[in-house]
T-cell receptor, first 114, second 112 residues
Framework: DAGITQSPRHKVTETGTPVTLRCHQT?????MYWYRQDPGHGLRLIHYSYGVKDTDKGEVSDGYSVSRSKTEDFLLTLESATSSQTSVYFC?????????????FGSGTRLTVV | GNSVTQMEGPVTLSEEAFLTINCTYT??????LFWYVQYPGEGLQLLLKATKADDKGSNKGFEATYRKETTSFHLEKGSVQVSDSAVYFC???????????FGTGTRLTVIP
């Protein structure tokens, strides 16, 4: 979706290094989410935000932190990357009522930790 | 708690065959239900949705009916095309919650 940009699209990093993934939206959506996608697990929620500076943990938040200082940007940081964090990461946004209208997804970031 | 169970894939069909992908859910209250589609190398796109019991969502020839009595939201299409090859995800949102819970996805391959 043209309204959500994830960067970088691909990244290879070494174990133990910090990594930051960026999600930028032009939809002015209130809600933003980070998911990871792994074979056999579908999409699992890492963290989400319901407004500027308001964030909360999802089901697989260990080893990840997030920040949202502006409505349009939601950053995901892997504090010290591990091989188990090799995955495809998706950002999603939701307007005033995501439970009714669903999410809009970005194109994903493929992260490889070696 | 909230959860979604999808039929195991992969599913391989010939062009013009009938498609059913099963989805059942567990939820408290009255969730909304969604089907998303993911084409290779892309993010997920909303395919259709239903927000209350007996609602039918439809889009691009796909349909799914929200069945509260069987806690199901099965995806159907009468005649699949090669271009329908993708991974399909069933999802639900809990009552009062703005997070979606996704199934594990079902890969569909349609062969000419």
């Amino acid at each position: 979706d043209a309204g959500i940009t994830q960067s970088p699209r691909h990244k290879v990093t070494e174990t133990g290094t910090p990594v930051t993934l960026r999600c930028h939206q032009t939809e002015n959506h209130r809600y933003m989410y980070w998911y990871r996608q792994d074979p056999g697990h579908g999409l699992r929620l890492i963290h989400y935000s319901y407004g500027v500076k308001d964030t909360d943990k999802g089901e697989v938040s260990d080893g990840y932190s997030v920040s949202r200082s502006k409505t349009e940007d939601f950053l995901l940081t892997l504090e010290s990357a591990t091989s188990s964090q090799t995955s495809v990461y998706f950002c999603a946004t939701g307007g005033d009522s995501p439970r009714v209208y669903g999410y809009t997804f970005g194109s994903g970031t493929r992260l490889t930790v070696v | 708690g909230n959860s979604v169970t999808q039929m195991e894939g992969p599913v391989t069909l010939s062009e013009e065959a009938f498609l059913t992908i099963n989805c059942t859910y567990t939820a408290t209250g009255y969730p909304s239900l969604f089907w998303y589609v993911q084409y290779p190398g892309e993010g997920l796109q909303l395919l259709l949705k239903a927000t209350k019991a007996d609602d039918k969502g439809s889009n691009k020839g796909f349909e799914a009916t929200y069945r509260k009595e069987t806690t199901s939201f099965h995806l159907e299409k009468g005649s699949v095309q090669v271009s329908d090859s993708a991974v399909y995800f069933c999802a639900l949102s809990g009552t009062g919650a703005n997070n979606l819970f996704f199934g594990t996805g079902t890969r569909l391959t349609v062969i000419p």
